[in-house]
């Protein structure tokens, strides 16, 4: 879908569909916005359907978004380093779908996303204490006075106040950081100020 006087940068690329083994080739976006995110989310912008059998297939593919202090580069099955000279406040770097699509949400809330790692820590911590098995979760949104997580192994819903994410922004010192670089559970704590 092309915007009204928006030019929009493409890569062609070859696919071969997973049903019927034919070789195609599929125009792809290189650079998408905040008004994308929705189709990110529910997967339909990586949709496509094979003109020869007219199945649906799930094509993932590098792209880039672009929000208002933000950009994010899906760079699924490389972790080649990204080179970003531009002046953009926030640059991150995802090479899972779900990563993509939680830090899309994350950052498209106005939140920051280390702190927000930060927030997934602790909840980790008090599920322990309370002898539950967590393994991994990922944040689900922002609604009104309360921040949404789905814990992955069992779909539950958890929920914090915002307060306790606002007060850990206020107390944390985040380092600055000009490359685009990946912010997960396992990252985050490098980029706090000692």
């Known amino acids: 879908m ?3 006087g928006v030019s929009m940068a493409t890569t062609r690329q070859d696919v071969t569909c997973p049903h019927c083994k034919k070789k195609l080739r599929f125009r792809f976006r290189d650079e998408l916005t905040s008004d994308d995110i929705k189709d990110i989310v529910d997967k339909s912008f990586f949709k496509h359907t094979c003109k020869e059998c007219n199945k649906d297939i799930s094509i993932q593919y590098p792209v880039t978004l672009k929000g208002e202090n933000y950009i994010v580069y899906y760079t699924p099955n490389s972790d080649a380093p990204i080179e970003d000279k531009s002046d953009i406040e926030i640059k991150r770097v995802c090479d899972t779908f ?3 699509k939680e830090k899309l949400l994350i950052l ?3 939140l920051n996303d280390i702190v927000v790692e930060f927030v997934k820590c602790y909840i980790h911590d008090k599920l322990i204490e309370e002898d539950k ?5 990922r944040y689900a949104g922002l609604r009104d006075d309360e921040i949404e997580f789905t814990i992955i192994d069992d779909g539950q819903a958890v929920v914090v106040k915002k307060a306790l994410y606002d007060s850990l922004e206020n107390e944390i010192k985040i380092k600055k ?3 685009a670089v990946m912010i997960d559970i396992n990252t985050f ?6």
């Open 2 to 4: 092309k915007k009204k």
């Open 108 to 110: 498209n809330d106005g």
């Open 98 to 100: 779900d990563d993509f």
């Open 133 to 137: 098995y967590v393994d991994m979760m």
């Open 189 to 194: 704590r490098n980029y706090f100020k000692i």
């Open 177 to 179: 950081i000009d490359n």
